[in-house]
C-alpha cells in the first residue's frame, strides 16, 4: 500500500541534544512538508521541499533543519536551538511537480516528541 | 496574507443531530479551500475539497461543504452525527498563485457526539 511513514511514534529527548526525525514516502510525491501541531494552535509549517536537493523555511523554521537527498525521504532535525521543542510533528506530501495550489495533501500518522 | 478562522474551538452535538461546522477565509479571490479530520495521535486525513468545479461539494462518510464567496465562507455539514465523527476538524485554504502548495491551516474544531 502507498502512503507515508514516520518513525519513530513517540520519542523522548533531554535537553540539549538534537534529534531527527523520519519521514517516508512512496507515492512518488514531489513535494513534502513538515508541520508542528500544539494543542489550539493548528498546524504550522516547519519546511518544504518541492524537490530533491532544493527546501524552503516555513513560518516556524527557527531551531530546525531538514534534507532532502532522495525523492522518498525528508527527515527533520530538531536542534538545541528549538526552545520549546515539545510537539505532535506532521510530515507530508502531494503530488504536484511544483507543489501546485489545489493539490491535497496526504498525512504521515505523526511523531510526538516530549522534551524531558 | 492568507487566513483562516474556524468558529468555535468546540462543538458538541448529539447522535443523529446536525453537524456545522464553521470555517471562513480571507481571499479576494476564491482560492482551494480544504476540510481535513484528525482522529486522536493519529495523522490528517483529508474529507473534502473545493477547487471550482461545484460549489457544494461532497466528500467521504457523509460529509458536505458548500463554498459561499458572498460570505467567503466554506462551512461543514453533516445531516445525522455519528459516534464515530467524535474528532478534531481542520480547514484549509491554498492560495491559487501559491508556490510549493502550501496550506494554511484554522485552528480546529473539536467534535464531541453525545450519544
Redesign the interface.
Known sequence: DGGITQSPKYLFRKEGQNVTLSCEQNLNHDAMYWYRQDPGQGLRLIYYSQIVNDFQKGDIAEGYSVSREKKESFPLTVTSAQKNPTAFYLCASSIGPSGRAGDEQFFGPGTRLTVL | AQSVTQLG?HVSVSEGALVLLRCNYSSSVPP?L?W?VQYP??????LL?Y?SAATLVKGINGFEAEFKKSETSFHLTKPSAHMSDAAEY?CAV??????????I????TELSVKP
Open positions: 474551538s482551494y480544504f481535513y495521535n493519529q495523522g490528517l486525513q483529508l475539497k477547487t481542520f491554498s492560495d491559487r498563485w501559491n508556490q510549493g502548495g502550501k496550506l491551516f484554522g485552528q480546529g
